[in-house]
C-alpha cells in the first residue's frame, strides 16, 4: 500500500513540474522571431525562437505560476527599442497547454485561445480594444519624435489624442470588471489599463481576494506606483503654488505689460485698448484638460457680469487649427488671440511678459491697467474674486 501511495505522489509531482506547453499560430508574421520573457525562481529569462512555416511550439520549465511576456520581433522598433506591442500572460501554470492563434495586424496582434478558459476570455475583451491600442502605441512613435525634435506644441497635441485613445478603451476594460468583479480575468484587464482615473476606479470594482499569488504583484506594482505618483504630484504642487507665490509678489500692483497679438479673426489686438474695463487675461492650451474643464465656469461668468469686465483668452503652445476648433466648439465669445509672436509686427510672446509656464494661469488686470491678482491653475479663489470686484 505504502508502494503504491509514493507512486502516486511521485506521479502528482511529475504532473506538477511539468513545463507549460505554448503553440502559436501566426498569420501576417513579418519577423520569424518571437521573444519570450519569463521568470524563472529569481531569475528572469529570455529566448528568442524562431518562427517555422507560420508555426512555433515551446516548453517553459515554470516551477510556479508566472507572467510570460510574448513579444514578436517585428514589433520592436529597430532605432528606440520601443516595444508597440506584446501578449501578458501573467498566470500561465506549470503542465498548462494553451495554443495562441495569432492574427498580426497594423501594430497589434488579434488572438483566439484553445486550452484556457481565462485567456479565451481576456483576450476576447483585449481584441475588441486592439485598434485603439494600435493607434495609441503608433501615437507613442510619433511623441518621440516630437521629443526628439523638441517640438513641444506637437508633442502635447499628440499627447492629448492619445490620451483620448487612451480613455475609450479603458472604460471598455472597465465595463467588463465593473460586471465580473470577481473573476481572474478582470485582474489581468486590471493590470492593461493605462490611465491612473480608471485604474483607481477598477481597483475599487475587483474582489481584493484575488490578488493573491502571481496577482499579488499586480497589487503591489499599483499601490508602489500610486504611492510613488502621489509624491510626485505633491511635490509638482509645491513647486508650482511656489512658483505661483514668486509671480504674484513680482506682478501684482505693477502695470500690466502691453500684448499685442493677432486675434481669432486676423486682426492686430492691443490689450492696452481695454484700459478702463476690468480684464482677465486666461492663459491655456488646447491640450490642457484643466484649462477646458475650467471653460465652463468662465463662461458662467462672463455671461453673469456681461459687460462688466473683458476676457482675453490667450492660447499658448498649441497648434492654430486646433485652436480655432476648440473656440469654436466651446462657444468661446470673448476676446482669442494666439500666441504666436511675430518679429515682423514687434509682437512678444505674452508667456514671457507674464512669466507663465503653466496652464491655465489667469490675471486679473484692474481698469487703471495694473494686475490685481494672479491664479495658477483652476482654483475657486478665482471666481470668489471676480464676485468681490463685480458684484
Not at 502559436?24 to 529569481?42: A, C, I, K, S, W
Not at 529569462?45 to 518562427?51: A, E, T
Not at 470588471?177 to 485604474?199: D, H
Not at 473656440?327 to 512678444?348: A, G
Request: hydrophobic residues 40%.
Amino acid at each position: 500500500m505504502k508502494n503504491y501511495l509514493i507512486i502516486a505522489i511521485g506521479f502528482m509531482m511529475m504532473a506538477c513540474s511539468r513545463p507549460a506547453s505554448i503553440t502559436m499560430n501566426f498569420e501576417g508574421l513579418t519577423n520569424p522571431e518571437v521573444h519570450f520573457q519569463y521568470e524563472l525562481d529569481d531569475s528572469t529569462c529570455v529566448d528568442i525562437i524562431k518562427v517555422e512555416n507560420a508555426t512555433l511550439h515551446t516548453e517553459i520549465a515554470l516551477s510556479e505560476p508566472s507572467l510570460v511576456m510574448i513579444t514578436p520581433q517585428q514589433y520592436v522598433d529597430e532605432n528606440s527599442g520601443f516595444i508597440s506591442t506584446s501578449l501578458k500572460l501573467r498566470n500561465i501554470k506549470p503542465g498548462d497547454d494553451i495554443t495562441l492563434n495569432v492574427k498580426c495586424k497594423d501594430k497589434y496582434m488579434y488572438v483566439d485561445v484553445e486550452g484556457s478558459e481565462l485567456y479565451k476570455e481576456y483576450f476576447g475583451v483585449m481584441n475588441r480594444i486592439a485598434s485603439l491600442k494600435s493607434k495609441e502605441d503608433s501615437l507613442s512613435l510619433v511623441m518621440l519624435k516630437y521629443s526628439n525634435e523638441r517640438n513641444i506644441t506637437a508633442f502635447m497635441e499628440a499627447a492629448d489624442q492619445e490620451k483620448k485613445l487612451e480613455e475609450e478603451s479603458d472604460q471598455i476594460v472597465k465595463d467588463y470588471i465593473q460586471a465580473n468583479p470577481s473573476s481572474e480575468v478582470s485582474v489581468e484587464l486590471f493590470a492593461s489599463l493605462s490611465s491612473e482615473k480608471q485604474k483607481d476606479e477598477c481597483y475599487e470594482l475587483i474582489d481584493k481576494s484575488l490578488f493573491k499569488g502571481v496577482y499579488a504583484k499586480v497589487e503591489e506594482f499599483y499601490l508602489d506606483m500610486k504611492a510613488k505618483l502621489e509624491k510626485v504630484r505633491a511635490e509638482m504642487k509645491a513647486e508650482i503654488e511656489a512658483k505661483a507665490a514668486a509671480t504674484e509678489m513680482d506682478l501684482v500692483g505693477q502695470e500690466a505689460a502691453n500684448i499685442i497679438l493677432k486675434d481669432i479673426s486676423g486682426q492686430k489686438f492691443n490689450l492696452h485698448s481695454l484700459r478702463g474695463k476690468w480684464v482677465v487675461l486666461d492663459f491655456w492650451a488646447t491640450w490642457c484638460a484643466p484649462c477646458r474643464a475650467s471653460m465652463p465656469h468662465l463662461k458662467e461668468f462672463y455671461k453673469k457680469y456681461d459687460g462688466k469686465f473683458e476676457v482675453v483668452g490667450i492660447c499658448c503652445s498649441s497648434q492654430e487649427e486646433n485652436w480655432r476648433k476648440m473656440v469654436e466648439e466651446m462657444e468661446l465669445k470673448w476676446i482669442n488671440v494666439f500666441n504666436y509672436p511675430s518679429v515682423e509686427d514687434n509682437m512678444i510672446s505674452a508667456t514671457s511678459l507674464y512669466k507663465v509656464d503653466a496652464f491655465p494661469t489667469y490675471f486679473i488686470i484692474n481698469p487703471e491697467g495694473k494686475i490685481h491678482k494672479v491664479f495658477v491653475g483652476a482654483k475657486k479663489e478665482l471666481y470668489d474674486e471676480l464676485d468681490e470686484i463685480l458684484k
